[in-house]
């Protein structure tokens, strides 16, 4: 199975600051990479797919990067709004979707 | 506009098979390209795929589950079930249906999803 880690598993910033989250794969995924973003009591949002590319509608201090084994996903100036738990989830596999364990974004 | 909305019972005992529904709308799993794939998340953790099914019939499953589960669609009621067998405490959870409608077959990127139905497995 692939594993995905990311980290961190929870985080506090202020408005405005840069927010990062890494998610790393056990294994080579290419760039078959999504990030979501799930409000509480909210289903999942996409945001970002084939790691980079931003989802029509989507913020673009909302942005993502990587290939292989390594991918980051950035909030350039973070707002009130975009306090969330955010998932990477990785399709190499068809038959073994998995997604990240979460990063729970809060205001400082 | 796309939009899903899962429903089924919200409590279930355990050893009961668990028999979701996924009614759809905007759009037809008969379109070549389209899926529908069913995502679970227990209280307070990660979210966990189980299963998709594809325009063409062809199906999906998470290996872990495989056994359990089993996914099939009415395309005139524009509808997916999904039943998942032996159901125990520990898969109590929000499961959620999501739509699949990009690139090739091994594009899973979920774009539309549904609101959820929370499932309680107690005796």
């Known amino acids: 199975d692939i594993q995905m880690t990311q980290s961190p598993s929870s985080l506090s910033a202020s408005v405005g600051d840069r927010v990062t989250i890494t998610c790393q794969a056990s294994q080579d995924i290419s760039n078959y990479l999504n990030w979501y973003q799930q409000k509480p009591g909210k289903a999942p949002k996409l945001l970002i797919y084939?790691?980079?590319n931003l989802e029509t509608g989507v913020p673009s201090r909302f942005s993502g990067s990587g290939s292989g084994t390594d991918f980051t996903f950035t909030i350039s100036s973070l707002q009130p709004e975009d306090i969330a738990t955010y998932y990477c989830?990785?399709?190499?596999?068809?038959?073994?979707?998995?997604f990240g364990g979460g990063t729970k974004v809060e205001i400082k | 506009q796309i939009t899903l909305k899962e429903s089924g019972p919200t409590l279930v005992k355990p050893t009961q098979t668990l028999t979701l529904t996924c009614t759809f709308s905007g759009f037809s799993l008969s379109t070549s390209g389209v899926g529908v794939g069913w995502i679970r998340q227990p209280p307070g953790k990660a979210l966990e795929w189980l299963a998709l099914?594809?325009?063409?019939?062809?199906?999906r499953y998470s290996p872990s589950l495989k056994s359990r589960l089993t996914i099939t669609k009415d395309t005139s009621k524009n509808q997916v079930v999904l039943t998942m067998t032996n159901m125990d405490p520990v898969d109590t959870a929000t499961y959620y249906c999501a739509h699949r409608g990009r690139g090739p077959r091994i594009t899973m990127i979920f774009d539309i999803w549904g609101q959820g139905t929370m499932v309680t497995v107690s005796s």
């Open positions: 084939d790691a980079s």
């Open positions: 099914i594809y325009w063409d019939d062809d199906k």
């Open positions: 989830q990785q399709y190499d596999n068809p038959t073994q979707l998995t």
